[in-house]
Each structure stands twice: as C-alpha cells, then as structure tokens.
C-alpha cells in the first residue's frame, strides 16, 4: 500500500504513521549532527564552532580590547546559529570556565561562574570576552584555504564546515553531549600527552592502545585531584572506546586536621561541605567535629575537617568519605564522535587519533597547495613585469598610442588577459630601476618557495615529517604540564556501622500483633511490659544500638530493622507495618539474633530444612527478602545457631510423638533460601501430633544434651547418642516415657 495518496481534489496525502516517522528521523538526524555530537575533526559542536568564527569575524583577538558577550551572541545568533541566546551564552560560558575546559578557547571579564557555583556567571549583558591565546589551534589556519566553507542557515553568509585544528581538540578538552537515542562523554587530556600519542601512530601506525599509553597514560582534568582508575581500566576504555574513569580527592594533614586541597572535576566544594553536614546531622559521622572552607585566591580549594579526636585516623575517615560524598567520583566514557563524513560512531583511541591524523593531513595539504596556487599566480604576473622592464619602450608606446593596448599587448608579447590587465594596472613607479630589483628578488624567493612546496606535496614522507614537526611544535607552544596525577590508591570502603554510631545495649521486642519497641539497657523483662488490648508479649533479643536485627515472619520472608531507630520500651512501639511492607496476612514468627558470619539452621513443620548464612536474611527493602519456603499448611520452627565448635556438629530433629532423630550436619545443604532436604520422615496418620516436627537442635558431638519437657530435665549423654543416631531422612527412635513432649534441647555448658 503506498504511503502517498492522491485525493478526489488532487492534493497528496501521505499517511500519518509514515510522517510521523519521518519527522522523528529527520529530528533526530538534527540533534545529533547539529547540536549534540562533536566532529572527529576540530572537537566542536556546531554551536561551539560558530561562537569561535563569530568572535573571530568580530576582531576579538587575544590581544584585542574585550567586547560585550550580548555583542557575540547577537552576532551569532542572528548570522549563523538560530537558536535561543541562553543556550547559546551558556555554551560560551563553559568555554570560558577554566574549572569546567581543561584548555578555554574564551577568555571573559566580568562574573563568569565559580567552581561552588558554575551556573552563578552574570547576564551576557554585564561580561565581555575576547577568543584566548589556545583558540589559534583552532582559527590560525582559517584563512588559508584549509577547510570547505557553506552557506549559513539562510544563505547570507558563508561559514566554515569545520575549523582546522592544529591538534586533535577532540581529545584535549572532551565534550559531553546526550542526543536522540546515543550520548557523547570523551574526557579532557593533556596536549603534549597528545601530541606525543599522534607521533608515536605517525611513527608506527600499528600502534595498540598500551603502546599509545606509554606517552599517553591517561585523561587530564582541569583539577588537581587524582585518578585512581588501574591502568587495566584505563586501557580498556582506549581500546574499546567505553568505560568509566574514577577520581579522588587530594588531602593532606596538618595539626591533627584534614585538609582537603582538590576535588573532582565538576564537584563543588560547597556541595561536599554541604553532604559532609548532613551526614553529622544525621549522626552518621561521629568521629568528625567540624568542617568549613579555607579557600582563597593562593589556594582555590582548602577545606578543612576537623575530627573528633587524635583517635581518629585520617586516612580512614577519607576513604570513608570517599564511599559517602562526592570527593570520589566516577565519570562515564562514550567516545562517540561524528566523522568526517558525518556519521556517529564509537572510537577507540587508536581509531579517534587515526581520524583525526587523516583530517590533519588532508588540512596541512590544502594549505599547502593554496600557498603554492598562490606563489604560481604572482609568479606568473611577476613574468609579465619582467617582460615589460626588457621592452620597456615599447610597452609605453602601444599604451599611449593604441585606442585598445590590451589586446595589441598580448598579441605582441605573447600575454594572457590576467597578464596584460596586471600590466596595464601596474603604477608608473613600480617600473623604476629599484622595483625591478625587487621583483628579481621576490622571483628568486617564490621560485624557492615553489620548489620546496612540490617536494612536500610530491614526496609523502617529508610531508609527513612536516606534519609531525607541526604537531610537535604547536603543544610545545601551547601544552602544559600534567594536572591530574595517575596513581593507584586503596578502594574506597566505608567505616564499619559499630564505629560511626554510638553503640549502646538495647533489647527488641515485638509483640504477637506486630508492635516493636527498644529497651535501653539492661533487667528489662518484656514479659512484664503492658501492650494493646489483644496483644501480648511475642520475642526478644538483646543487641547493640549499632546493629541490625532480622525478624522472620510466618511466610519464611525476612526483614531488616534498624534497632538505633526504635522507640523507647515505655511507649507501646510501632507497628512493623509502618516500616516494611507485609504481604496480607503475613506475622511476625521470631526474631533472629546473630551477627555476620554466624549460621543458622532452618526447619518447617513438615520435616525439611537446610542450613543458612546470616549474611542471606539481611535485607535493605521494605518488603524484605524470601528466605523460607513454608508449604500450605506448615508452620516454621524457631532457627537454630549452629554453634562454633571443633568437635562433629550433629543435628538434633524430635517430631510431634516424641521420635527423635540424630545425624551430622554436614549432611545437610547450606543454601541461602528454599526449601532444604528433608529432615526426619513423618507418618501419614490421623494422629495429627505425630505428623509434625517439634524440635531442632545442633549439639557438638562431644557435649552432653538437655531435654526440656514442660517443668522436666533429662540430660542425653554423648555415650547414648548412638542410640537415636540414623541416616537422615529416617524415622528416628521413640524418646523415654514421660519426655516425648519436648520443648527445646539446649547443649550443657562444660
């Protein structure tokens, strides 16, 4: 079915689905080639491009007086980018910030952003601005027919298709763009690493991303502080063209204080003073005291933190900053860059340099080859001049008696019409005896010159030393030394939760109805506490202020409660369901108490179970975490600690008729959730006791066990384990008369 139609009056339709379609390509193919993505070949986007042209056209030169910033984008809104004067003076501003360019191409007077505040620059009305020494990289070439030029958004006026950078720009002060459907992050690096990695691909173009390394190590932000990225990171995203880079801040200590001296790229000091208060107010950070801000003019970033104490070791109060605030920061790379034939695509280093060197290349020709075009043309006038200085006479008598000397001119001396029209421009003085001396000399020199440029553009290897002289040249002139330092740090890690927060014994409780409440310190019998009408009293566990306790409910799920954040035990508590998310008729079965690294031995009513970590029910969501699977109909057992012991662990299963079966724990699976193996195997009776397990126990091999029957003891030796001993899974062996009802089984203590 076409997609255009012609209608009963002759008009076109065309279908909605099909320009829709349309429209959405042509949108996106404008975003990314005409605002978001730079080119390969200067390192701009479109916007940045005109402003440089446009300050260029205006004669604001380095070392020109400084013109208003409303003057610039006026000029550069109106002659080549359509576009609104906000965006537009923002993208001027960010070339202006050294905190934000690693090499700015404008240099500004007046209030241009500050590294706290970089959206704080005044209106373009109040700044002025004028090109900076750094963007003759990019426009000292302009007019030597080095680049493609195209009309402007109008037609009105010409503008250059790229600029002819004289060193990959791309590279030196990165980009960061989102367009439709791809994004572009290229960090900023140093020019004479550069440089030095674009000789090394002349030299041996077969060079890998490590051997590119070795002159180019890595990115170089306009900061001081580190990147702590291996050089395996590093590599990887040279060689692929995607990855992330980390960077830190740089501190030193003074008189028991931390003083911070750089931060990230892009991070500003005022936030971090900002996050590091919210943190104390939180009282997340006990071990610090103070922090505030020390910069000035000689030192640009200085804050200063104050612990608490001598105690407090600074280096790991910093790496637990690091994990917490933005004095540790990852940037993401996606070297996407637009072609020289305007595709977008991801480059590698390698591939990026290449890029470039074929646009360097194609650049320093044409200039070439415009500067020898140039030389030919004034050598062929400066034939006609010498033929006019050998038959001077003669030349001034067809001037003054023919009515038409110019084409007698070329008959007579064999001229073509640019020749004789330059003859007969040429002022009477330029014939004197002195100017045909000149002439000579300037002969002489362009026919030299003229030589010299055949050789380069006819001989590709010194071409190509010129190019490499050329690159090498300009970051002597214009690169600087290293800023960011490479080094390799420890990771960042956070203090441990018992450090930071006071720790202080308090003990949970949680009532049948799902109210939980802490009690501070220690004699507290929660038993004895008054609770809502219809509830009672259900478990407890005594812990620290600092740690968590895991509560596991009758649906085998798990939650994690901040104990530090309960209410006092005088109030009645809160109810779990304010703090987690409870699916419809879950409770609260008991309460687990243990620690990282402990294990647990988990069991339901029907016979299965398995051992778990303690690790595996810690959970950060609101509706926890499954742990158990607990069959319709089946209840779960209280968890059991597997204790620390040198001797063989045995497990200990009594079902509901008082069979009790004994096996070694090692015959069980130690998973972090589900359901387990089976534990003693139940009778399919009607005797509804017996079909049930009652009680679990881990009990060294080596130590005596205890039997609870409601108000009665008896103690099982190690001598008569042999005796309920079985494989697992069997149906153990009847307990004595009178304790086939057990409670619990505790180990005896030695």
């Not at 940045?48 to 809104?77: C, F, N, W």
């Not at 110019?406 to 005896?433: C, H, N, W």
């Not at 409780?509 to 009672?536: C, F, H, N, Q, T």
């Amino acid at each position: 079915m076409k997609d255009v139609e012609v209608a009963g009056d002759g008009s076109e339709q065309i279908r909605l689905h099909s320009f829709t379609e349309q429209a959405y390509l042509n949108y996106s193919m404008s975003v990314i080639k005409d605002r978001a993505l730079p080119s390969i070949t200067d390192g701009l986007k479109p916007v940045q491009r005109r402003i440089l042209y446009a300050m260029h056209e205006l004669g604001m030169r380095p070392d020109s007086k400084t013109q208003k910033s409303a003057k610039t984008v006026g000029a550069v809104i109106g002659n080549y980018h359509p576009h609104g004067d906000t965006a537009c003076y923002e993208a001027m501003v960010l070339m202006a910030q050294d905190f934000s360019c690693r090499y700015p191409l404008v240099q500004g007077q007046g209030n241009w952003g500050s590294r706290n505040d970089p959206k704080s620059f005044a209106a373009m009305r109040y700044t002025e601005a004028t090109l900076s020494p750094f963007s003759e990289v990019l426009l000292s070439e302009l007019g030597m027919g080095t680049v493609d030029w195209v009309p402007n958004f109008d037609g009105t006026h010409d503008e250059p298709k790229f600029l002819p950078a004289m060193l990959p720009h791309i590279l030196l002060n990165g980009v960061t763009g989102i367009a439709v459907g791809m994004a572009t992050d290229i960090p900023p690096h140093n020019a004479r690493e550069v440089a030095a990695a674009c000789v090394e691909l002349i030299d041996h173009p077969d060079s890998t991303a490590a051997d590119l390394m070795k002159v180019l190590p890595g990115p170089d932000y306009p900061t001081e502080a580190e990147i702590i990225s291996s050089p395996d990171e590093i590599r990887s995203v040279y060689e692929t063209g995607k990855g992330t880079i980390r960077m830190r801040a740089t501190y030193l200590t003074m008189g028991g204080d931390i003083i911070i001296t750089a931060v990230p790229h892009q991070v500003s000091p005022a936030n971090v003073i900002r996050q590091v208060a919210e943190l104390m107010q939180k009282k997340k950070l006990p071990m610090v005291s103070d922090i505030h801000d020390e910069s000035d003019i000689q030192h640009p970033c200085r804050l200063v933190i104050v612990p608490r104490s001598n105690r407090v070791k600074p280096d790991e109060l910093m790496l637990h900053l690091f994990t917490c605030t933005d004095l540790e920061k990852t940037y993401r790379v996606n070297m996407n860059v637009l072609g020289e034939d305007g595709t977008p695509r991801v480059c590698p280093l390698h591939d990026l340099l290449k890029g470039w060197l074929s646009f360097r290349k194609d650049t320093v020709r044409r200039r070439l080859q415009t500067r020898l075009d140039a030389i030919l043309k004034r050598l062929h006038l400066l034939d006609a001049l010498m033929t006019v200085f050998l038959n001077l006479d003669e030349v001034i008598r067809i001037i003054r008696t023919e009515d038409k000397p110019k084409p007698v001119l070329m008959s007579r001396f064999g001229l073509d019409d640019e020749q004789a029209e330059y003859i007969l421009e040429t002022k009477l003085r330029a014939l004197s005896r002195l100017e045909d001396m000149k002439i000579r000399s300037e002969r002489e020199k362009l026919e030299k010159e003229r030589d010299d440029l055949q050789g380069l553009l006819s001989d590709d290897a010194r071409f190509m030393k010129l190019v490499r002289k050329e690159i090498i040249e300009a970051a002597k002139k214009w690169g600087d030394e290293r800023r960011s330092p490479i080094v390799a740090r420890d990771a960042a890690r956070p203090y441990l939760e018992t450090a930071i927060t006071p720790a202080e014994n308090v003990m949970v409780i949680v009532s049948k109805m799902g109210w939980v409440r802490g009690a501070k310190g220690s004699g507290v019998d929660p038993a004895a506490l008054s609770y809502r009408a219809g509830d009672e009293y259900l478990d407890s566990m005594m812990t620290k202020s600092n740690l968590d306790a895991v509560i596991l409910t009758d649906q085998g799920r798990t939650y994690t409660l901040k104990t530090g954040d309960l209410p006092s035990a005088r109030t009645q508590g809160v109810p779990l369901t304010s703090i987690f998310t409870f699916s419809a008729g879950e409770s609260v079965a008991c309460l687990i108490p243990g620690a990282s690294g402990d294990r647990f031995l988990l069991a339901t009513s029907d016979g299965y179970g398995f051992v778990a970590p303690y690790d595996a029910f810690v959970s950060k969501n609101r509706s926890g975490k499954a742990a158990v699977t607990v069959k319709e109909g089946t209840s779960l057992l209280r968890p059991v600690r597997v204790p620390e012991s040198a001797a063989e662990l045995l497990v200990f299963v009594v079902s509901g008729d008082g069979r009790l079966l004994i096996f070694p724990l090692s015959g069980l699976p130690e998973l972090a959730k589900g359901r387990g193996q089976k534990l003693m195997q139940l009778p399919e009776t009607d005797d509804e006791g017996s079909q049930v397990l009652a009680v679990t126990a881990v009990v060294p091999a080596d130590r005596p066990a205890v039997f609870t029957s409601g108000k009665r003891k008896f103690t099982l030796s190690p001598g008569d384990f042999k005796i309920y001993e079985g494989a697992r899974a069997r149906r153990g062996t009847a307990l004595p008369r009178g304790f086939r009802r057990v409670d619990r089984i505790d180990v005896e203590n030695e």
